[in-house]
Structure formats: structure tokens, C-alpha cells
């Protein structure tokens, strides 16, 4: 479980340079083996570590969901369109790319730290595969240490009958961190949504009272209040105002 954060952050930053690179100037990743036969003919075979980096590719959107900034983001933003009412609008698409793109913004400083302190060297055989783990696995591992709930971790070490206390905070195994970091995420993301709920929910509430007062209780208050739930949005600037809010969240002195 240790190596999965390794492959983690290796995955999304090697991709792009083994797109890039071929087979004469990656050390140690001969993507293909020919060996020829006695009888005269060829046999073909992959290497350890493109089966690796192959399974690795299957885990990729698990990994982007459990050990980034991407849950805390696509929770709000469903949140928000539930209390604005538009059930489809924005689109399923359109929120999860921007939380995508979003999610890259805030986590480029930890991915150019794994490309520098361990990819590049690696690629310049200037360390091992367990060297490059060492010193790869540590900015993922401290953005996540950064943004976990002491309670979660306590709770999550206990349940794993972790009973002593980890020396070091770069201890403690993604076993343990990824599900409290998790956790974390999901409540933190319910808190911001509960404060943009609010307001919807008072416009509902007055225009509901309005239409009672004046007896006119066929009409759906949701359709009356959609308008004014839209224009409120639009005055306050509340995309800028939720993603700059979102983004600033994982920046400690920002805001």
C-alpha cells in the first residue's frame, strides 16, 4: 500500500514524458524485449514495469478522487446547483471539468516538487526506483497531512490497532491517511455547502410566505424563486466568488 502513493504522483507527471521520450532515452523502461530463438525466430515480451505503469493508468481517476483537492471541489459545486434548483444546469460535464482543471490549479505546486525532487532524477538515473518513492512520495504525502482532521487520523490509526503514536508526521502510511484525508474532505466540502445553502433557502422561504399571503397556493414557489435565486447569483459574482473560495481553501493566509 506504501508504493501506491509513489505511483500515484509518478503516473501524472511520467505520462507526459514517456509520450514524449523513446526507448533509447528512458533508463530502465525498455517497452519492448525482442529475443531471438534458436530456430531462428522472435519472441516478444513487456517489461515489469510497463505491466506496472499499465495498472497504474487503470487506477489513475480513483487516484485523482482520493488523494487531491478534486472531492472537496465536485461536493461543493453539486451542492450549489441542488440549492440554485437547476437540477442539469450546469451539466454533470461541465462541473467535473472544471473541478478538474480547478483540482490541477491547486495541485501543480505538489506535482512540480514530485517532478523535481524524484521524476527528473529518476529519468536521469540520478536515483533508484525506491530513491525516487522516498523523495516522490513526500509532497503528496504533506499536502494530504495538511488538509486531514486530527480526529479522523486518531480514529482511522485506532481502527488499524495502530495504538503508539507515529515518531514523525511523514510516518504515517497511506493505508491510514488516505481514508481520514477523505473524510476530511467530505466534511469540510458539507460545511461550505451548508453556508451556500442558506440564502437560496431564505429566498425560497420568502417567496413561498409572498405567494401564500397573497392565496395563490397552485402556484409552485420553486418556479417563482428560480429567477430571483439567478439573478442574486449572477449580482454577487458566485462562480468567481465559489471557485476563488475553493481554490483559496488549500492556501493557508490567502483568505
Not at 56 to 75: A, C, D, E, G, N
Not at 108 to 129: H, I, R
Amino acid at each position: 500500500m506504501t508504493r501506491f502513493g509513489l505511483f500515484a504522483g509518478l503516473t501524472l507527471l511520467i505520462i507526459p514524458n514517456l509520450l514524449m521520450a523513446t526507448p533509447a532515452n528512458l533508463p530502465g523502461m525498455e517497452v519492448l524485449t525482442i529475443t531471438q530463438t534458436d530456430e531462428g525466430g522472435q519472441t516478444w515480451s513487456l517489461t515489469l514495469q510497463v505491466l506496472i505503469l499499465m495498472t497504474v493508468l487503470t487506477l489513475l481517476p480513483s487516484i485523482v478522487l482520493m488523494m487531491t483537492s478534486f472531492t472537496r471541489i465536485i461536493v461543493v459545486l453539486a451542492i450549489m446547483r441542488q440549492a440554485m434548483g437547476t437540477a442539469t444546469t450546469p451539466p454533470n460535464s461541465v462541473l467535473i471539468g472544471l473541478a478538474l482543471f480547478l483540482t490541477f490549479f491547486i495541485m501543480s505546486p505538489v506535482l512540480y516538487e514530485m517532478n523535481d525532487v524524484a521524476v527528473q532524477p529518476y529519468l536521469a538515473e540520478e536515483m533508484t526506483l525506491q530513491e525516487a518513492y522516498e523523495e516522490g512520495r513526500e509532497p503528496l504525502h504533506r499536502f494530504m497531512r495538511n488538509h486531514v482532521r486530527e480526529r479522523d487520523l486518531e480514529m482511522f490509526a485506532a481502527m488499524a490497532e495502530h495504538d503508539e503514536s507515529f515518531e514523525e508526521p511523514s510516518d504515517i502510511p497511506f493505508s491510514i491517511l488516505v481514508p481520514s484525508f477523505l473524510t476530511s474532505e467530505l466534511k469540510t466540502a458539507f460545511q461550505i455547502g451548508f453556508l451556500i445553502y442558506i440564502p437560496f433557502v431564505i429566498i425560497d422561504l420568502v417567496v413561498a410566505s409572498v405567494l401564500m399571503s397573497m392565496g395563490m397556493m397552485m402556484l409552485s414557489p420553486m418556479l417563482v424563486s428560480l429567477p430571483f435565486k439567478l439573478m442574486l447569483f449572477v449580482l454577487v459574482d458566485g462562480w468567481g466568488l465559489i471557485t476563488g473560495t475553493l481554490a483559496a481553501s488549500f492556501f493557508p493566509g490567502v483568505i
